[in-house]
């Protein structure tokens, strides 16, 4: 029968290894970004955002990079823990209105 | 830390029947949406609502749908005659200044499934 439902990217990394996410977004119109973070059965938790009049912003253990050319967002994720493990959505806001939009998603599975 | 807090966590209706989900703001938070994720698909946003209007909504919301700000704290969201396939997460969220740059932050979200 037919699939329903989407099949998430997987990322697997070793604890401790770093890991990078992908976002291709889809509008060129979109000026603010964010990543999300998902734990099973939780709410969409904030990691970290990017105005489109930046290349590259830093947080704790976290470098979103964004690349306006291509439509490319990307999460980095120093020094991968367990608690890491989630689902990782990027947003992006289109300065049109106040909705954001969720790209799919990647599972990202730390082994210990 | 402050956090948008939802209730119940858990809903199960029957189709036709009426729900309220609640949800609490953030306090200082001007801005206040609902989003939904049918499970194993993207979150998709619902509605947002400001200065106790509806500012912007998707083709999602129809008339079955409706927000209401009932005092300071609470955002809640009706769903008059519940159908099976409104069965999804419902999340909460809220952003501090007025305008959509701005960060939102997400309550944990009420499970609804509809019998």
């Known amino acids: 029968g037919e699939s329903v439902g989407l099949h998430l990217p997987t990322l697997s990394v070793q604890e401790g290894d770093n890991s990078i996410i992908n976002c291709a977004y889809s509008?060129?119109?979109?000026?603010?970004f964010i990543w999300y973070k998902q734990e099973s059965g939780k709410g969409p938790q904030f990691i970290i955002d990017?105005?489109?009049?930046?290349d590259k912003r830093q947080g704790q253990r976290v470098t979103v990079l964004l690349n306006k050319t291509v439509k490319h967002l990307s999460l980095q994720i120093a020094a991968t823990q367990p608690g890491d493990s989630a689902v990782y959505f990027c947003?992006?806001?289109?300065?049109?209105?106040?909705?954001?939009?969720f790209g799919t998603g990647t599972s990202l599975t730390v082994i210990p | 830390e402050p956090e948008v807090t939802q209730t119940p966590s858990h809903q199960v209706t029957q189709m036709g029947q009426e729900v309220i989900l609640r949800c609490v703001p953030i306090?200082?938070?001007?801005?206040f949406y609902w989003y939904r994720q049918i499970l194993g698909q993207k979150v998709e946003f619902l509605v947002s609502?400001?200065?106790?209007?509806?500012?912007?909504k998707s083709e999602i919301f129809d008339d079955q749908f409706s927000v209401e700000r009932p005092d300071g704290s609470n955002f809640t969201l009706k769903i008059r005659s519940t159908k099976l396939e409104d069965s999804a997460m419902y999340f909460c969220?809220?952003?501090?200044?007025?305008?959509?740059?701005?960060?939102?932050?997400f309550g944990p979200g009420t499970r609804l499934l509809v019998l």
């Open positions: 990017i105005r489109s009049n930046m």
């Open positions: 509008n060129s119109a979109s000026d603010y």
């Open positions: 609502f400001y200065n106790n209007e509806i500012s912007e």
């Open positions: 306090s200082n938070h001007l801005y």
């Open positions: 969220a809220s952003s501090g200044r007025a305008g959509g740059q701005e960060t939102q932050y």
């Open positions: 947003a992006e806001n289109r300065n049109t209105g106040n909705q954001f939009y």
